[in-house]
């Protein structure tokens, strides 16, 4: 199950980044997996495979063809590199998320998973609340399923006690990446704290 040891696992960054036309916010998790890169890449990409950690998925899997996660979001595969890189947009255009693999230093993979968005949409540092800990809680469950470990259905998985306990963790620990940004204000950040455990902790105990 999630852990503090998890939590402490992840590295965490919040900053500002081009985004094409006009600032963007930035959130990125780096992760490593005992798992070979080609085992992770498999997990990242095959529709069986994201159906049992993430969401089942459809459509046109290729570069420049599009994508719905059931219940979810959607976009636009944008660039691929196999076994090293992928790049989409997710839930809009201007929203784009890049997951990218590299072999680990002593061994395994390392994922580092990004998500760019426009400053307008985020508001500021403090939008990172709202999707980083979703991620982070997925970046978990695609260890498990990388292990072996993993038995449950994903959404139900993610609103279950523990991993309630987990994403509120989660939040802190985003909160603390947010402020060492400085890219959002004390009233920004709190309000975003807020509206953070309210959609992904809301039962934590």
Same mark, same amino acid.
């Given at each position: 199950?999630?852990? /503090? !040891?998890?939590?402490?696992?992840?590295? $965490?960054? *919040?900053?500002?980044?081009? +985004? %094409?036309?006009?600032?963007? =916010?930035?959130?990125?998790?780096?992760?490593?997996?005992?798992?070979?890169?080609?085992?992770?890449?498999?997990?990242?990409?095959?529709?069986?495979?994201?159906?049992?950690?993430?969401l089942?998925?459809?459509?046109?899997?290729?570069v420049?063809?599009?994508?719905?996660?059931?219940?979810?979001?959607?976009? /636009? !595969?944008?660039?691929?590199?196999?076994? $090293?890189? *992928?790049r989409?947009?997710? +839930? %809009?255009?201007?929203?784009? =998320?890049?997951?990218?693999?590299?072999?680990?230093?002593?061994?395994?993979?390392?994922?580092?998973?990004?998500h760019?968005?426009?400053?307008?949409?985020?508001?500021?540092?403090?939008?990172?609340?709202?999707?980083?800990?979703?991620?982070?809680?997925?970046v978990?469950?695609?260890?498990?399923?990388?292990?072996?470990?993993?038995?449950?259905?994903?959404?139900?998985?993610?609103?279950?006690?523990?991993?309630?306990?987990?994403?509120?963790?989660?939040?802190?620990?985003?909160?603390?990446?947010?402020?060492?940004?400085?890219?959002?204000?004390?009233?920004?950040?709190?309000?975003?704290?807020?509206?953070?455990?309210?959609?992904?902790?809301?039962?934590?105990?």
């Amino acid at each position: 199950m999630a852990s /503090e !040891i998890q939590i402490n696992e992840t590295q $965490r960054t *919040v900053a500002m980044a081009p +985004g %094409g036309g006009e600032p963007a =916010v930035q959130v990125r998790l780096v992760h490593h997996y005992a798992a070979l890169p080609e085992a992770v890449w498999a997990a990242l990409t095959e529709p069986a495979a994201l159906a049992r950690w993430f969401l089942p998925v459809t459509g046109d899997l290729q570069v420049g063809g599009t994508f719905q996660f059931e219940g979810n979001a959607g976009g /636009e !595969i944008l660039a691929c590199v196999p076994g $090293r890189v *992928v790049r989409v947009t997710y +839930g %809009g255009p201007t929203s784009v =998320v890049v997951a990218r693999l590299d072999p680990g230093v002593s061994g395994g993979s390392t994922l580092t998973f990004e998500h760019t968005v426009p400053l307008s949409m985020a508001g500021s540092g403090a939008g990172a609340l709202y999707v980083a800990p979703a991620w982070e809680m997925s970046v978990v469950g695609l260890g498990l399923f990388l292990a072996g470990d993993f038995v449950d259905n994903p959404v139900t998985w993610q609103a279950s006690p523990g991993m309630q306990r987990f994403a509120r963790l989660s939040i802190d620990a985003w909160a603390a990446a947010v402020e060492r940004s400085e890219t959002a204000s004390a009233i920004e950040l709190s309000a975003a704290v807020a509206a953070s455990i309210a959609q992904f902790a809301p039962d934590a105990p």
